[in-house]
């Protein structure tokens, strides 16, 4: 009798000792957030990854009562701003604006530091944007097919920018030459902001960059739109065809961006940010922001993401070992 109660007394004792471990971690969840929040943003200041990150922690700051802020780590093709987050504390202070690049890295490199699929918790899928095909106005190809009868004159000839190493511009224009049947030569640069401006002072000929980057170049003058590499033309610039329609049927890729915490980060977290980030996509002002330059507001739930995230694995995958891309 004395060693069952004794043993009745042990269990008690050590269920309100869990209990009361458990205590802060609760009461943390429920009193989230109350300190400061940070976007990682694994690109260079100014580009759609950037910017997008900036809009969304204004608006969330201001819904949530608590400063959100930007933090911008780059290199190593987004890997390094992204792995600091694969291995932060799964509280919910640190997020992920991630992007194209969750799903190809693995296809490029062979020292990936986190697996995509295995260590983020989605949040949603924020907004979607195709690449617009742009050259300098030194250059004569005014139509894709143009273009692909250009490069195939000067086959290795032609440089053009992406925003780094199997990234979704670098291997849209690999999927864009394996498909024109043309051979050009990849300049890699840190994001597509640089890639940009190097094509702007002509050092480059062309670029696959994210819409919103590189519309406002176009209407300037100062870069040549060739076709959106969307199956369907962009409501925004509707005078712009498609790649399929220039003159490569079939022919399709988009550029995304997504909001990701470390996995394992509470279910009631996930919801909480998940409610708060699809509210201020859907916003008229925010919605309007991002349409005006031909992106499009996604506003997936967590479950959509995380299926997207995978079937866009895959596809990169074929892509590249199709390129011939042998990862490094």
Known sequence: MQSRKFMGSGLVLATAVAMTAALPQALGQSNYPNRVIRIVAPTSPGGPNDTIARLVAQALSERLGRQVVVENRTGAGTMIGTEIVAKAQPDGYTLLMGLS????NAATYKNVP?????????ITQAVSTPNLMVVH???????VKEL?????????????ASSGK???PHLTLELF????KIRMIHVPYKSSGPGIIDLIAGHVAITSSPMLLS??????GRLRALGVTSAKRVAAEPDIPTIAEGGLPGFASVQWYGLFAPSKT??????KLHREVVAILRAPAGRERFTSDGAEVVASSPGELATFLKAETVKWAGVAKAAGIIPE
């Not at 690049?101 to 190809?104: D, E, I, M, R, S």
């Not at 692909?148 to 053009?160: C, D, N």
């Not at 030459?177 to 024109?180: D, G, I, L, P, Q």
């Not at 519309?215 to 300037?220: E, F, G, T």
């Open 114 to 122: 986190y697996d995509a699929l295995r260590d983020f918790a989605p």
């Open 215 to 220: 519309i406002p170049h176009v209407r300037a």
């Open 137 to 143: 106005p030194s250059v004569p190809a005014k139509s």
């Open 166 to 168: 199997g990234t979704n």
């Open 148 to 160: 692909i009868a250009f490069a195939k004159a000067r086959p290795g000839e032609i440089l053009y």
């Open 266 to 271: 509470p279910p009631e977290i996930i919801e």
């Open 101 to 104: 690049t969750l799903a190809t």
């Open 177 to 180: 030459s394996n498909m024109a």
